[in-house]
């Protein structure tokens, strides 16, 4: 519940309160008792507490602001070419540390120092270390693993503290999304590897990484990327140097509330400008009404609505790749990509996510069957009444008296059953969207690049030949990835009887996208190998 302050004498005692409480809760007898046990728990416990109640106070313009006989520190306002150089003030948040420094790399040193400060936790012979920065928590047996965590703290908090000027020098709104995960960190299961074609090191500091592809960069002929697999040429250094950062993930910038780090000042102003839009001098999406904060914003946005990549298998098509890969993974391969099996039935799931879904099933089930063996099962008509959930679905063919629904489910139903509605072939479900007066209708446009639209038509149109069939492939590498080009594989057909004179069988067109890709999972290439035959 928000307070009201309106003049001076109601401020003071309104900070005097919020003192008061929390020394209430300092003082709490148990609290105590955890903090003398030196519980780890209590630790990550205490400093999300101590955020969630600094960050209570709407005046301060700090994340974090002063106490007693500290500095007043407040953001920079300094030339924009020189905002990643001049007045950083790095803080290192390690317990009981929180030292500011403004020469990077001895911040650096001085936080790696800290790898002798870690929580050890001895588990009958087996141990783990839990890293003690503010609100991060991070947890592993593995010592280099931790290593490398915290230098990354320091590459973060140096980043922390550009975001914190940025936002005085680029005028920008506050953040307001949650401050409790501003330090967890990517996970850093492995070093991180040159794959610069001809150099094979590995680095477990980020800034040490990045430093030696600056060399890489520097020594580059015609502003060829040798990235393996990659191959792309610049016109100048500049070019070759933010291509660089899709390879690497280097990041220049990070909002200082919040924690989240951006490849550019862009990214970062995007993501403040999201959370600070005025419905009344916004950019209204065409599409679906949505107000956004900018028109750069608008056109990133009216791209969701517009599919560009068509399904070869059905009349299905998709506005990424990404999307496009996830159809055909679940709607055309589904039985040979249920590869997780659910170790209380017979399911089979695609990812491991949908597997840790499916599992809550099993673990929702036990809980409500016994939770009716404990309760009476007479509920109250107020009780019935408060659980019905509110009716927001409308059905838009019935003309006389509109159906409304409280889900998309139950619409659907009514849809088929009583309309005779189908979906296109390849689509899994009716989609919904929010009209004007705040009820959701049934989607029944779909907005395609011509070039789509014509492929579905003229040769795409109607059901496929499943990908699900009884044929299996043998793959095998011919060739290694250069500076131009990803690895080659070879693959033919196994355990086929049936072949033409010659020793091929004739299997109709076929189309293969080979991908390369990195560590993290990025596309760094992509071939597409077309073929009338394929060999055995």
Same mark, same amino acid.
């Given at each position: 519940?928000?307070?009201?302050?309106?003049?001076?004498?109601?401020?003071?005692?309104?900070?005097?309160?919020?003192?008061?409480?929390?020394?209430?809760?300092?003082?709490?007898?148990?609290?105590?008792?955890?903090?003398?046990?030196?519980?780890?728990?209590?630790?990550?416990?205490?400093?999300?507490?101590?955020?969630?109640?600094?960050?209570?106070?709407?005046?301060?313009?700090?994340?974090?602001?002063?106490?007693?006989?500290?500095?007043? =520190?407040?953001?920079?306002?300094?030339?924009?070419?020189?905002?990643?150089?001049?007045?950083?003030?790095?803080?290192?948040?390690?317990?009981?540390?929180?030292?500011?420094?403004?020469?990077?790399?001895?911040?650096?040193?001085?936080?790696?120092?800290?790898?002798?400060?870690?929580?050890?936790?001895?588990?009958?012979?087996? =141990?783990?270390?839990?890293? &003690?920065?503010?609100? !991060?928590?991070?947890?592993?047996?593995?010592?280099?693993?931790? =290593?490398?965590?915290?230098?990354?703290?320091?590459?973060?908090?140096?980043?922390?503290?550009?975001?914190?000027?940025?936002?005085?020098? &680029?005028?920008?709104?506050?953040?307001?999304?949650?401050?409790?995960?501003?330090?967890?960190?990517?996970?850093?299961?492995?070093?991180?590897?040159?794959?610069?074609?001809?150099?094979?090191?590995?680095?477990?500091?980020?800034?040490?990484?990045?430093?030696?592809?600056?060399?890489?960069?520097?020594?580059?002929?015609?502003?060829?990327?040798?990235?393996?697999?990659?191959?792309?040429?610049?016109?100048?250094?500049?070019?070759?140097?933010?291509?660089?950062?899709?390879?690497?993930?280097?990041?220049?910038?990070?909002?200082?509330?919040?924690?989240?780090?951006?490849?550019?000042?862009?990214?970062?102003?995007?993501?403040?400008?999201?959370?600070?839009?005025?419905?009344?001098?916004?950019?209204?999406?065409?599409?679906?009404?949505?107000?956004?904060?900018?028109?750069?914003?608008?056109?990133?946005?009216?791209?969701?609505?517009?599919?560009?990549?068509? !399904?070869?298998?059905?009349?299905?098509?998709? *506005?990424?790749?990404?999307?496009?890969?996830?159809?055909?993974?679940?709607?055309?391969?589904?039985?040979?990509?249920?590869?997780?099996?659910?170790?209380?039935?017979?399911?089979?799931?695609?990812?491991? !996510?949908?597997?840790?879904?499916?599992?809550?099933?099993?673990?929702?089930?036990?809980?409500?069957?016994?939770?009716?063996?404990?309760?009476?099962?007479?509920?109250?008509?107020?009780?019935?009444?408060?659980?019905?959930?509110?009716?927001?679905?409308?059905?838009?063919?019935?003309?006389?008296?509109?159906?409304?629904?409280?889900?998309?489910?139950? &619409?659907?139903?009514?849809?088929?059953?009583?309309?005779?509605?189908?979906?296109?072939?390849?689509?899994?479900?009716?989609?919904?969207?929010?009209?004007?007066?705040?009820?959701?209708?049934?989607? @029944?446009?779909?907005?395609?690049?011509?070039?789509?639209?014509?492929?579905?038509?003229?040769?795409?149109?109607?059901?496929?030949?499943?990908?699900?069939? *009884?044929?299996?492939?043998?793959?095998?590498?011919?060739?290694?990835?250069?500076? @131009?080009?990803?690895?080659?594989?070879?693959?033919?057909?196994?355990?086929?009887?049936?072949?033409?004179?010659?020793? !091929?069988?004739?299997?109709?067109?076929?189309?293969?996208?080979?991908?390369?890709?990195?560590?993290?999972?990025?596309?760094?290439?992509?071939?597409?190998?077309?073929?009338? =035959?394929?060999?055995?």
């Amino acid at each position: 519940m928000e307070e009201t302050v309106t003049n001076a004498s109601d401020v003071d005692n309104f900070k005097l309160k919020r003192c008061t409480d929390w020394l209430l809760q300092q003082n709490n007898p148990d609290k105590l008792t955890r903090q003398n046990q030196n519980d780890i728990q209590f630790i990550i416990e205490t400093n999300a507490h101590r955020k969630k109640f600094f960050l209570s106070a709407a005046e301060d313009e700090a994340t974090v602001p002063t106490g007693v006989d500290e500095n007043t =520190v407040e953001p920079a306002t300094v030339p924009l070419a020189r905002l990643r150089k001049d007045n950083i003030r790095m803080e290192c948040e390690w317990q009981s540390c929180r030292k500011f420094f403004t020469n990077y790399e001895v911040f650096q040193k001085h936080v790696t120092k800290h790898a002798s400060d870690l929580h050890v936790i001895d588990m009958e012979g087996d =141990v783990d270390y839990v890293c &003690l920065w503010d609100i !991060c928590g991070h947890r592993t047996k593995d010592f280099v693993e931790m =290593v490398r965590h915290i230098s990354y703290h320091a590459y973060h908090a140096r980043l922390l503290a550009i975001g914190y000027n940025a936002r005085a020098t &680029l005028k920008l709104d506050q953040c307001k999304k949650d401050s409790s995960r501003r330090n967890r960190l990517p996970s850093l299961k492995s070093d991180h590897c040159c794959m610069w074609i001809g150099c094979s090191e590995t680095f477990f500091s980020i800034q040490t990484f990045l430093d030696h592809m600056k060399h890489h960069i520097f020594y580059s002929d015609d502003y060829l990327c040798s990235w393996a697999g990659c191959g792309a040429t610049f016109t100048k250094r500049h070019s070759l140097v933010l291509h660089l950062r899709s390879h690497t993930q280097e990041k220049t910038i990070a909002c200082f509330h919040c924690g989240r780090h951006f490849t550019c000042n862009r990214k970062l102003s995007d993501h403040l400008a999201r959370q600070n839009v005025d419905p009344s001098t916004g950019y209204p999406c065409n599409m679906c009404g949505t107000v956004l904060a900018s028109a750069y914003l608008q056109r990133e946005h009216a791209r969701q609505h517009v599919s560009a990549y068509a !399904c070869t298998l059905c009349d299905m098509s998709a *506005t990424t790749p990404a999307a496009l890969a996830h159809h055909v993974r679940y709607r055309h391969l589904a039985d040979h990509a249920r590869s997780f099996a659910c170790p209380h039935c017979v399911y089979r799931a695609v990812t491991k !996510c949908d597997l840790r879904k499916h599992i809550l099933t099993h673990t929702r089930k036990a809980k409500k069957k016994t939770k009716d063996d404990s309760e009476d099962s007479d509920v109250s008509d107020a009780e019935v009444k408060k659980k019905k959930e509110p009716k927001k679905y409308v059905c838009h063919l019935c003309q006389k008296d509109s159906k409304i629904f409280s889900r998309g489910t139950r &619409l659907t139903t009514h849809l088929v059953k009583v309309h005779g509605a189908q979906w296109p072939f390849g689509h899994s479900r009716f989609r919904y969207q929010i009209s004007e007066d705040g009820m959701y209708r049934l989607t @029944t446009t779909r907005f395609e690049v011509l070039e789509v639209s014509k492929k579905i038509v003229d040769g795409y149109s109607g059901p496929k030949e499943s990908l699900t069939n *009884t044929f299996e492939f043998d793959l095998k590498q011919t060739a290694d990835a250069t500076e @131009t080009t990803p690895k080659r594989f070879e693959i033919t057909l196994k355990n086929t009887n049936k072949s033409d004179e010659g020793g !091929c069988k004739q299997a109709g067109a076929v189309e293969i996208m080979m991908c390369d890709v990195d560590q993290q999972g990025n596309i760094i290439s992509t071939e597409t190998i077309k073929s009338d =035959v394929v060999y055995t």
